[in-house]
């Protein structure tokens, strides 16, 4: 069992800056794929960034140049920094862990409201 606690969220300002952590249990990221999805007001979850075992990584369009997923393998803790945050980066941002359909695993989730 894989237990994930995100960490981070918060109210920004438009153009400011958030960095969200996600803490797991144990050593997972040399077997799992970790992500950060999430789900604003209304809408379906979505991907945001993705990195794999081996260290590629994958952004959603609408965040590819502001957002940048990373990983502490001696902390077992995954990252999303996010710059120039817009009102609708808005959402509950999730961390996820895949390694099957057998072996998924998500966090709690954690609230990001970017409003003036």
């Known amino acids: 069992q894989v237990q994930l606690v995100e960490s981070g969220g918060g109210l920004v300002q438009p153009g400011g800056s958030l960095r969200l952590s996600c803490a797991a249990s144990?050593?997972?990221?040399?077997?799992?794929?970790m992500g950060w999805y999430r789900q604003g007001p209304g809408k379906q979850r979505e991907l945001v960034a993705r990195i794999t075992s081996t260290g590629n990584t994958n952004y959603a369009a609408s965040v590819r140049g502001r957002f940048t997923i990373s990983r502490d393998t001696a902390k077992n803790t995954m990252y999303l920094q996010m710059n120039s945050l817009k009102p609708e980066d808005t959402a509950v941002y999730f961390c996820?862990?895949?390694?099957?359909?057998?072996?998924?695993?998500w966090g709690q989730g954690t609230q990001v409201t970017v409003s003036s």
């Open positions: 996820n862990a895949f390694r099957s359909t057998k072996n998924e695993y």
């Open positions: 144990g050593s997972i990221f040399s077997i799992y794929a």
